[in-house]
């Protein structure tokens, strides 16, 4: 089991410190998640020398007793100064989902502060531009529309049954999550590192229109791709995700 260390109330290191000047693998976890729901990536993912950080949203895990957040600028902002605090080899971002969003957030930011990863990884998300859900639909969903739109995402949370049970915890978490993307709006332009757009061919809600679509916000090398599998496609992947996250950015070709 590796170990988990808290570094700030925002930022988790899964396993060891690593060198100096070894890679230091960001994740950044989808809606709903919390850093634990990514604890079998760092395992894959990290070498000797390297390290893995994963960012606890506020409103779960030991965190929950705080308010959620609002803002995924703010978010961003926070996490940004906490890696730069907790980091000095190469940086690789990588988010799935609203965490895909959140990472282009951070990598702008980092950038600015001179900083900049080695690359950006995004992982079944659809660009800034082109949220999935308003704000007033988020606003109007019930009980019923929350089941759906856990089931319809593959369900990141066991058995339909499973989900269920749980609904009246999660949902509040994904309401919140969901409002808060659905009122972001970047602030920034493209960033000037190499980006890699993944996701699963199955997903209901990320086509590989929208992967391509991550083109436009980066004028550094790009690549987009898909593996098997539907929204969480990465859960049955890990081998092959992992692996793209290290490689960096790849050709179509090469994970289709």
């Not at 066991?158 to 602030?187: C, F, W």
């Not at 699963?200 to 098997?228: R, S």
Request: aromatic share 8%.
């Amino acid at each position: 089991m590796v170990s988990r260390r808290r570094l700030t109330p925002s930022l988790w290191r899964f396993g060891d410190a690593g060198d100096a000047d070894g890679v230091t693998f960001v994740l950044a976890p989808f809606a709903a998640g919390s850093a634990y729901s990514l604890a079998d990536l760092p395992p894959r993912l990290v070498r000797p020398g390297d390290t893995a950080l994963v960012i606890q949203y506020p409103g779960r895990g030991p965190r929950i007793t705080e308010p959620h957040a609002t803002d995924l600028s703010e978010l961003a902002e926070q996490a940004a100064r906490d890696i730069v605090r907790h980091s000095t080899g190469p940086l690789v971002l990588a988010g799935h989902s609203m965490g895909g969003v959140l990472c282009y957030e951070i990598a702008s930011l980092l950038t600015a502060m001179g900083r900049a990863p080695a690359w950006v990884v995004v992982s079944a998300a659809r660009p800034p531009d082109l949220v999935r859900i308003s704000s007033e639909k988020v606003l109007s969903m019930g009980r019923g529309d929350w089941l759906a739109e856990i089931a319809e995402g593959v369900v990141a949370m066991g058995s339909p049954a499973e989900a269920d049970e749980v609904a009246d915890l999660v949902i509040p978490v994904m309401r919140a999550d969901y409002l808060m993307l659905a009122r972001y709006r970047p602030r920034h332009g493209p960033l000037s590192v190499p980006l890699l757009a993944l996701g699963g061919a199955a997903d209901p809600w990320v086509t590989d229109d929208h992967l391509a679509g991550w083109q436009a916000w980066t004028v550094g090398d790009f690549g987009c791709g898909t593996l098997p599998g539907g929204h969480f496609y990465y859960r049955e992947q890990l081998a092959e995700f992992c692996g793209a996250v290290r490689s960096g950015p790849l050709r179509k070709s090469s994970v289709n």
